[in-house]
């Protein structure tokens, strides 16, 4: 492989990293405005998505390992947003509160307003574009 291939792409690398990093910096900072924290907002999304999940489960929606999403449920147990309850056999099945629910709608208007901001540089179509590239990319083993 030429050695300028070998720079462009890890320069590409960085960058959709960079880019990553900027966005979920911006949208902990944001959500912390309403009680909440990055991690905790995406463990409601998954719960939100997929209401009496596993941790299991939860774990992979959310990019943990099962250890670290079990003390992350833990604490969303503790602050009222979740309940855990027996599922089949030794199964934990999560489910949104109220407050949760609550928690998740505000979390999605933050999100909205901080990731209009973050992509506002580039028109429409170019989003579109690279959700559609981003998403070949994340479709491929």
């Keep these: 492989m030429h050695p300028d291939a070998t720079a462009d792409l890890q320069l590409l690398g960085r960058a959709v990293k960079q880019t990553q990093y900027r966005q979920h910096r911006a949208l902990d ?29 939860l774990a992979a929606a959310t990019f943990q390992t099962e250890q670290a999403f079990g003390t992350l449920a833990g604490r969303l147990t503790a602050q009222g947003l979740i309940e855990r309850r027996p599922g089949h056999g030794r ?3 999560h489910h949104l509160t109220p ?11 933050v ?3 901080v990731l209009a901001e973050h992509f506002a540089p580039l028109p429409e179509r170019d989003r579109a574009t690279l959700l559609d590239l981003l998403q070949r990319l994340n479709e491929t083993p």
Excluded: M, V
Aim: proline fraction near 2%; charged fraction near 25%; charge should be neutral.
């Design 29 to 57: 900072s944001a959500l912390t405005a309403i009680g909440t924290t990055l991690a905790q907002w995406d463990a409601l999304r998954a719960i939100g998505r997929t209401p009496g999940a596993s941790a299991r489960d």
């Design 91 to 93: 199964r934990i099945e």
């Design 99 to 109: 407050a949760g629910e609550r928690t998740l709608e505000a979390g999605h208007k």
């Design 111 to 113: 999100a909205y307003e």
